[in-house]
């Protein structure tokens, strides 16, 4: 029996064939509803700098399985909403956010939360 195990496989063959007989041209990355967000919002006029932390809440939220609720404020059009009224509020809320994941890591043992966190 001439069977073939596993640490008999050839990488770097596989690899170099793989590379020969595959068309990357046509490779496109995906789209996903944050990076369609973030251009919706910088066409609006919001600043590079939200535009992008507003994409990475976006994608964060859902990726960490995020609340409900907190998911809702991460979302258009409430996103949109508070990084264009209250630019410096929100940019402190949802850097927040991301620092603790959601909020899963705002409070401590010595009592510290929050509050702190977001200077009120």
């Not at 940019?91 to 702190?116: H, K, P, V």
């Amino acid at each position: 029996m001439n069977q073939k195990r596993a640490s008999d496989f050839d990488l770097t063959a596989f690899c170099t064939t793989l590379a020969m007989t595959t068309d990357f041209t046509d490779y496109e990355p995906p789209r996903f509803e944050w990076d369609d967000w973030k251009g919706k919002a910088l066409a609006k006029g919001l600043d590079e700098d939200l535009a992008t932390l507003g994409r990475e809440v976006y994608r964060e939220a859902i990726n960490h399985a995020w609340p409900g609720r907190l998911q809702w404020v991460c979302m258009d059009p409430m996103l949109t909403h508070f990084l264009t009224k209250s630019p410096q509020t929100a940019r402190q809320f949802y850097e927040a956010m991301l620092a603790t994941d959601g909020f899963q890591f705002a409070f401590e043992e010595n009592g510290s939360g929050i509050i702190e966190l977001l200077n009120f």
